[in-house]
């Protein structure tokens, strides 16, 4: 089963991006079957940028589209601000239709409600760290002696502390983003929408800064929708992630559930890669107590190991060295189930055991 936000604070709906003047005959044509993408080009000179997205966002979520280059997915965020208009669908936010908004509307959702971090931040060179930060502040009228306030806690939070009077041509790359990703707290909208911030840095100063990422947005408990084209990254921060080819959404899930039960060969060839250890769960392999009875017979469980359901393989791993016992699954008092070494081995190779209480991993 699938994992579904609680509530949800974006929804897009159906959205459809076809570039070109028979867009609408474009659609037509894809939904009853008669063309295909190539020949939608080829045919009516039109580009199928995102076809029927549909998804909701809950709040204090962070979702991450994944997808490589020309997918769609920079496309798929902009409509939710709606720099890009739909051909087709709609945007909720908070139940508010964004494509029926006037321009007042719209522009008040962009600064208050919807903050928008770019791979390049486009910082202002003629204004010092501490006035970047505070500019939305400054447009919205606020007074000068609390921007700099809210500026300065800002910039503590990206720990660019004593750089405040500092020009952006005098900072890193990775400062650079941190001023941008600062700049977007400093605004503080409720919703934040990430196109592949981290993408340029180098790979040590890209970790420390999904690390700051991650532990603002629990913080401040800030909805994210987060464009990678970086599995790794998506499956590090995401709460749930959605795959994207050609302009479809070819799943959606938590890390674990793509991981474990890819929805097609396209997706398992993304996650086939990626170690199991800190993300597949002992819920995933472990099998109730009473079939593990069943085939071993009566067994005293008062000296086995015993996890938490969502402690990762990793944990199970530590647990399961230097004892010839199963690991004891239990969720406060109750016995929830038992792990193997056997099912804890396929959990590692990610291999399907069908005894399994979930199915199994795939």
């Known amino acids: 089963m699938v994992t579904q936000p609680q509530e949800a604070v974006i929804r897009c709906e159906g959205i459809w991006k076809v570039f070109g003047a028979k867009a609408k005959e474009a659609i037509s044509a894809v939904k009853s079957g008669q063309l295909t993408k190539t020949q939608i080009r080829d ?48 945007v909720y936010i908070e139940g508010r239709n964004v494509n029926t908004m006037g321009a007042k509307e719209l522009r008040q959702l962009r600064a208050e409600k919807i903050g928008m971090v770019f791979q390049s931040m486009a910082l202002m060179p003629h204004r010092n760290v501490r006035d970047n930060v505070a500019f939305a502040l400054e447009v919205r009228g606020v007074a000068e002696g609390k921007r700099r306030e809210v500026a300065r806690q800002a910039i503590e939070a990206v720990e660019l502390t004593g750089w405040d009077l500092k020009y952006p041509d005098e900072l890193s790359g990775g400062m650079q983003q941190r001023v941008g990703l600062a700049r977007a707290i400093a605004a503080n909208p409720s919703i934040l929408l990430m196109d592949e911030p981290f993408s340029a840095l180098d790979p040590l100063i890209r970790r420390q800064l999904q690390g700051t990422f991650m532990q603002l947005s629990a913080e401040l408990h800030k909805t994210t929708v987060f464009i990678t084209h970086d599995l790794d990254e998506a499956i590090r921060i995401g709460d749930r992630i959605a795959i994207m080819k050609d302009g479809v959404l070819v799943q959606v899930g938590t890390p674990e559930e793509i991981v474990t039960n890819p929805a097609d060969d396209y997706v398992a060839q ?43 393989l ?48 795939n």
């Open 314 to 361: 990793n944990t199970l791993v530590d647990l399961s060295i230097g004892t010839d016992h199963p690991i004891l699954v239990k969720d406060g008092d109750v016995v929830a189930g038992v792990v193997t070494k056997d099912s804890l081995l396929r959990g590692i190779q990610g291999r399907e055991d069908h005894g399994l209480a979930n199915g199994g991993i």
């Open 270 to 312: 993304f996650v086939g890669g990626i170690s199991k250890l800190d993300l597949v769960t002992a819920v995933k392999v472990m099998q109730p107590l009473e079939r593990y009875r069943r085939t071993n017979g009566s067994a005293d469980t008062a000296n086995w190991p015993v996890a938490r359901p969502d402690d990762k």
């Open 43 to 90: 045919d009516l000179d039109c580009i199928v940028g995102v076809r029927d997205a549909t998804f909701d966002v809950g709040r204090g979520e962070i979702f991450c589209i994944m997808g490589l280059s020309g997918s769609g997915k920079s496309t798929l965020i902009r409509h939710i601000n709606r720099l890009i208009e739909p051909t087709d669908g709609a």
